[in-house]
């Protein structure tokens, strides 16, 4: 039956407590039931983030430039805080979005046209050449922009392999691509080789550092090796990185850089040929939330690089326990060598789908993938807490499977 909007209204109490009813079906990700869509640090950084988020609940970011001054302010604040991060040279330049979809896309287009103009054609239909673990994002924007995607075969180690992407580069390739790290297996792509391939033919490459942007310089800052990856790599155009994943702030909240202002200058939408003069964004979307924007802005200044690396040390000390209480259990091995906190696991010997059907009864949200067959979980400290309870559900699961292992798995991988 389709919804109806009611005859009048409901009072605020009814809502609000309708709310909380409906929430009771959801995965209980405060428990870290969920294994991606939702990140955390610590409450005092949810708290000041979403408070920042409604002190700026009405302003609009697409007014940055003439009615909220201070929007305009903060989005700048919070992309020169990033640039430092990422090594950038001094003419680098970025821009706030709502996602690490926007900013990709928006990285595509640049380099699209970019490209067009260095040929001379307004009509050219170029490639983007990436490594098969990039993510959708890449052939989302592709679609809308006409352009073909290759996907290369990744190595023996789950990493971009370079000498597979130059095969299938050739004079209508636009962008390589690499990523820090790709999502399906959590590992950075040897990006200086891929800078030097991008050098080399004159191709621009895109790092999508989506997830590891806010999160892999302070894992390096700890001590912790992380190959080079953002503005260091001189082959490196672009970079997009997720302030609404390991950067711990409010969703919608994304970034995307160029190496030089001459890249920069294809991103922005200037139109002035309608009734109402002059229309620039640097988004896809026009109207977002001015609240992303304060609290990005909240959330850097209340962390700080110490916070930050806090934030690591914490994190990868729980991610250390977690991939040795996985290869505690026989049967399990961890897939690849991750960076990060993006961490799979499969069997040679199990059913890993049977695995994750039986953890799914106990409440715990498979994450999955296809290729090789594995749990997949990208984890922040919302699956601290959880650790044990989650280690000890999964010894009895593989038990079970083992026990029975005469049926199929129905679960099918999906993001
Ligand atoms: C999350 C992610 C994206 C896309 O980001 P959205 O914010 O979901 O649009 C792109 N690349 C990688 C590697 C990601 O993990």
């Excluded at 003419?91 to 260095?118: L, N, V």
């Excluded at 054609?121 to 922009?145: W, Y």
């Excluded at 026009?286 to 994190?315: C, D, H, M, S």
């Amino acid at each position: 039956m389709r919804a109806q909007l009611p005859e009048c209204g409901r009072s605020r109490d009814v809502i609000l407590g309708e709310l909380t009813a409906l929430k009771a079906a959801d995965y209980d990700w405060q428990r870290g039931r969920v294994p991606v869509y939702v990140f955390k640090t610590s409450d005092e950084v949810s708290e000041i983030g979403r408070a920042a988020f409604f002190e700026y609940f009405s302003e609009n970011a697409l007014g940055a430039r003439r009615a909220f001054p201070s929007v305009k302010k903060m989005e700048e604040e919070v992309v020169g805080m990033a640039l430092g991060l990422l090594r950038a040279p001094d003419q680098a330049r970025g821009f706030m979005t709502s996602g690490g979809t926007e900013s990709i896309t928006q990285a595509i287009q640049s380099c699209r046209d970019w490209s067009r103009k260095r040929r001379g054609r307004r009509d050219h239909r170029g490639n983007i050449v990436a490594p098969e673990s990039a993510h959708p994002a890449f052939d989302k924007a592709a679609r809308l922009m006409d352009l073909e995607v290759r996907r290369a075969p990744v190595g023996p180690d789950l990493r971009a392999d370079v000498a597979a992407l130059a095969a299938l580069t050739d004079d209508d390739t636009i962008m390589l691509v690499g990523s820090a790290p790709c999502f399906p297996y959590g590992v950075i792509d040897p990006i200086a080789d891929i800078g030097a391939l991008a050098e080399k033919r004159g191709i621009w490459l895109h790092v999508d550092a989506c997830v590891g942007g806010y999160l892999a310089p302070f894992v390096r800052m700890i001590g912790r090796p992380i190959p080079d990856f953002d503005f260091h790599v001189a082959g490196v155009s672009s970079i997009s990185a997720d302030l609404h994943k390991f950067g711990f702030c409010p969703k919608p909240a994304s970034t995307v850089f160029y190496r030089s202002a001459e890249l920069a200058e294809f991103h922005a939408f200037d139109f002035a040929d309608w009734p109402s003069g002059r229309f620039t964004t640097t988004t896809i979307s026009g109207t977002r939330p001015a609240g992303a924007v304060a609290a990005a802005w909240a959330v850097f200044n209340f962390l700080g690089i110490a916070g930050y690396k806090q934030a690591a040390r914490e994190l990868m000390g729980f991610v250390d326990g977690y991939r040795a209480g996985i290869e505690a259990i026989p049967g399990l091995k961890i897939i690849g060598d991750p960076h990060l906190s993006i961490v799979a696991y499969g069997s040679d010997t199990l059913d890993i789908f049977r695995v994750a059907e039986a953890m799914s009864r106990k409440g715990w949200l498979p994450g999955l993938l296809q290729k090789p067959k594995a749990i997949h979980r990208m984890m922040s400290q919302l699956h601290a807490l959880g650790l044990e309870d989650y280690l000890s559900d999964l010894r009895a699961a593989v038990e079970t499977v083992r026990a029975d292992s005469g049926r199929q798995a129905r679960i099918e991988a999906i993001y």
